[in-house]
């Protein structure tokens, strides 16, 4: 029999009562305990949830309970058995987007945009430590209080981070995010009003031209989702490299290399950063580098490559603005020790980075693109910048919805012969000034 549904779930409202979750504890252990474990290796599902509701009717034998509660039980318990427990339901909706389990006392997840209380929850701290080990364990990493804070992924791709005591208060605390199935398109990103086809078809122009890009905001804004469908503008012939801590960029081109940090082993040795990972990309004959975010002393080896060849470049960064951005990128550069002054490091912003897409979570839940920046040139001290599209805000309505207008502010960039170099020509009309309104919202991601 499947396993319980999110729906089914919610409708059984006292599944996941102290009660419920103890009964549901008791049937486990004993079925462990009194199943060899090279038996349960050899059952099918449908095998093991019969098995599990056999174990289920010993353990509630004198106890009256519906038989749907009876097969949900024994569903969770194949569950902690197979998958990870409570979790399971959360991670086959395709709709949910993160999970966050708050220790014991609540579980929350993101869909829509908004958070929402999940209807599970777990037993106590051992129950969530139990399926963080599931997690982990495959993988070699460690949590315990000499090591209490873990990132990990789950076999489809999905970001694990885990915080314990004594650093989580109430802990455990785990974050999931959601690995997505169907990568979404430029397509997707104009129909949810996160950009309009006109700043879309401007920023494809944009890369198919080699210039290079950061991708800017703040935390949820979608930035690696705006870097993945930027990166598929990229042309199938190219040889592209990506770098990220937790592989979660979904290109389709068929020369792409990924290439993902690893956290030093048990004994505090092995570690590979970022920025080992972008000099040593440098000598795979890369067309271009993507680095998922820039945190630190990388920022430094990626403005060298922007500068010395490596044009189409790019990446995000967590930052508050465009301007924001620039300023980031110069405190990134004095983390890698170098002892440039600060005018050199920003002649080298100013000559690598040609363009910032902004975007930013709004109250409403939804994910959208607030400006998109030419990056010109150094004047005296200060870097020029020129806002080619912005988002201006109305009003937010009774709904709660976001009313604002995309607008172009119909002014030619100065990037415009460095992209008729590569063949590439922006039609005169892509600087008209236009406008298009956001909202109410209508789909979300």
């Known amino acids: 029999m499947a396993q319980a549904t999110l729906e089914e779930t919610a409708i059984v409202d006292d599944l996941y009562t102290e009660e419920m979750l103890r009964l549901q504890s008791r049937i486990h252990a004993e079925l462990l305990r009194n199943t060899q474990h090279a038996t349960l290796e050899r059952l099918d599902a449908r ?49 949910i987007t993160e999970i966050m389990v708050n220790g014991t006392r609540q579980v929350m997840i993101e869909r829509d945009g908004r958070i929402l209380s999940a209807p599970v929850r777990f037993l106590n701290a051992e129950h969530i430590m139990r399926i963080v080990e599931k997690i982990i364990a495959p993988l070699g990493r460690r949590l315990d209080e000499a090591v209490p804070m873990v990132d990990a992924r789950l076999p489809d791709g999905s970001r694990v981070n ?12 785990m974050t999931i995010r959601k690995f997505a199935h169907d990568p979404l398109t430029g397509e997707d990103l104009v129909r949810f009003g996160t950009m309009t086809a006109q700043m879309r078809d401007f920023l494809h122009l ?67 950063t970022i920025r080992d990972l972008v000099r040593n990309s440098l000598r795979m004959r890369p067309d271009r580098i993507i680095v998922g975010e820039v945190r630190g002393g990388e920022a430094l080896d990626m403005l060298q490559a922007m500068n010395t060849g490596h044009e189409g470049s ?58 998109i920046t030419e990056v010109q040139r150094m004047e005296g001290e200060e870097i020029l910048t020129q806002d080619l599209f912005v988002l201006e805000r109305h009003a937010v309505g009774a709904d709660g919805d ?8 119909g002014i030619q960039p100065l990037f415009v012969e460095k ?11 892509m600087f008209m000034t236009q406008e298009s309104v956001v909202g109410p919202r209508a789909i979300l991601w």
Do not use: W
Not at 65 to 83: D, H, W
Not at 222 to 245: A, H, Q, W
Not at 338 to 363: C, F, G, K, N, Y
């Open 402 to 409: 976001l009313v604002a207008t995309h607008r172009s502010l």
């Open 162 to 173: 885990v915080i314990i005591q004594p650093l989580a208060i109430d802990g455990p605390y």
């Open 206 to 272: 944009c890369v198919n031209g080699k210039l290079n890009i950061m991708i800017s905001g703040g935390t949820g804004s979608g930035k690696t989702t705006t870097l993945n469908v930027l990166s598929g503008f990229i042309p199938k012939d190219e040889r592209i490299i990506t770098i990220e801590d937790a592989v979660e960029l979904q290109l389709q081109q068929d020369h792409v290399l990924q290439l993902e940090s690893r956290p030093a082993n048990l004994e505090g040795t092995g570690e590979i």
């Open 47 to 95: 095998e093991l949830h019969a098995l599990a509701r056999s174990f289920a009717q010993q353990v509630l034998e004198g106890i009256t309970l519906p038989q749907r509660i009876i097969e949900a039980l024994s569903g969770l318990v194949v569950s902690e058995i197979r998958g990870y427990g409570p979790l399971d339901v959360l991670l086959r909706d395709h709709s």
């Open 314 to 371: 790019l990446s995000t960064a967590h930052t508050n603005s465009p301007r924001d951005c620039l300023s980031r990128l110069e405190t990134m550069v004095l983390m890698a020790g170098t002892e440039l002054p600060s005018h050199a490091i920003r002649q080298q912003i100013a000559s690598a980075i040609d363009l910032i897409v902004h975007q930013d979570r709004m109250r409403d839940g939804s994910r959208r693109v607030t400006h």
């Open 419 to 429: 992209l008729s170099a590569e063949g590439v020509e922006l039609p005169p009309e």
